[in-house]
Nanobody, 120 residues
């Protein structure tokens, strides 16, 4: 069982940056793929980014080089650096863990989410 706790969300102006963190419990963190999804009000949960257990990175089409995903296995933490934020990036961002990467929200473990609000 894996527990995930997100942090780093907040309010930022358009063009600004935020770094989200996701801390995971458990001693087998390095064997998990880690992902980020987001969900805006009235919309479906959307794939943002994922990193496999061997470090392969995958990004949603809308990211277009603005976000960077990294992981620190020594700290059981994954980071999502978000730059050039736009108002349409406003959503609750969720961290997820599983043993494989898929771009649909069918992951085994989820965090509680952290709100990101981008003002225009």
């Amino acid at each position: 069982h894996v527990q995930l706790v997100e942090s780093g969300g907040g309010l930022v102006q358009a063009g600004g940056s935020l770094r989200l963190s996701c801390a995971a419990s458990g001693r087998t963190f390095s064997s998990y793929a880690m992902g980020w999804f987001r969900q805006a009000p009235g919309k479906e949960r959307e794939f943002v980014a994922a990193i496999s257990w061997i470090g392969g990175r995958y990004y949603g089409d809308f990211v277009k080089g603005r976000f960077t995903l990294s992981r620190d296995n020594a700290k059981n933490t994954v980071y999502l650096q978000m730059n050039s934020l736009k108002p349409e990036d406003t959503a609750v961002y969720y961290c997820a863990a599983d043993h494989r990467v898929v771009t649909t929200p069918h992951w085994d473990y989820w965090g509680q989410g952290t709100q990101v609000t981008v003002s225009s």
